[in-house]
């Protein structure tokens, strides 16, 4: 991978799937520099706008798109899904954390730093989605949420093919004593995703099994997951977690992104 390539992550699930073009990009192949080396896709975060600007135009062009074909969102960490259709540009703000389209050409795009990106896809209903799901949009139904507005325009929840990008894995993920109790008051199975941690009382977190399982229950065919850890890679992600502890001011932003082919 060259220094001016964006690096990007695919999944084989839907690799398999015809007619679509997906991407989990790494922090690798921008033009950042600093806290935001290099691929920092985030206008959210303290970059030079410019340089998330061709950041992003990097991205997209190695699913041979344009930089306005990429729809991305105000994320809220809400179960908040939009639906983007004839009336969406490149202008618009979006205020959610998923997106669902049947329209070929438009990129749906996440925005993480340890959180989970979620692409989604029904290639017999030419319908795909895309979430941002941490621990409190996961918890609140975002993902239960995009499967249903998939529905609507024709999906069926046995046909979706999903894939779980790059997260923060369970252990990286210590949480305190009051952590749990909406997990368990939600299922009383979640205690399956929390496993103790040395301090008394925490807990390391499952973020992307619990999402997986979510998924799953929603009736999804097929959820696969990527084995990253986004807070302990550091060369190849960006971490709020990890900035964090290193007491840094603030982080890039990963872009994740799903296409239907036109």
């Given at each position: 991978m060259t220094a001016n390539v964006a690096a990007m992550i695919t999944v084989s699930a839907l690799n398999g799937v015809q007619?679509?073009?997906h991407g989990f990009f790494t922090r690798e192949g921008g033009v950042s520099t600093g806290l935001y080396s290099s691929l920092?896709?985030?206008?959210g975060s303290g970059d030079d706008p410019q340089n998330v600007a061709v950041n992003r135009a990097r991205a997209l062009e190695q699913l041979d798109l344009g930089p306005h074909a990429l729809a991305t969102m105000d994320q809220q960490h809400t179960s908040t899904v939009v639906t983007v259709d004839d009336d969406w540009s490149a202008d618009s703000r979006l205020v959610a954390d998923a997106l669902v389209t049947n329209r070929n050409g438009i990129a749906l795009g996440v925005l993480t730093a340890d959180c989970a990106p979620v692409l989604l896809v029904d290639a017999k209903a030419n319908?795909?989605?895309?979430?941002?799901?941490?621990w409190?949009?996961?918890?609140?139904?975002?993902?239960d949420n995009t499967?249903?507005?998939?529905?609507?325009?024709?999906a069926k929840p046995a046909r979706i093919v999903s894939a779980v990008g790059p997260?923060?894995?369970?252990?990286s993920y210590e949480v305190g004593p009051e952590f749990p109790a909406p997990f368990l008051a939600e299922d009383p199975e979640n205690h399956f995703f929390f496993v103790g941690a040395t301090r008394n009382g925490h807990h390391y977190f499952d973020l992307p099994g619990y999402i997986a399982r979510r998924l799953a229950r929603q009736g999804v065919g097929e959820v696969a997951r990527t084995p990253?850890?986004?807070c302990r890679e550091e060369s190849r992600f960006f971490s709020h977690r990890r900035s964090v502890l290193k007491g840094e001011k603030d982080c890039g932003r990963l872009l994740s992104t799903i296409v239907l082919e036109r």
């Open positions: 007619r679509i073009r920092n896709c985030g206008f319908v795909i989605g895309a979430a941002h799901a941490g409190r949009g996961a918890l609140g139904g975002v993902l499967v249903a507005a998939m529905v609507r325009l024709g997260c923060i894995a369970q252990r990253c850890d986004t």
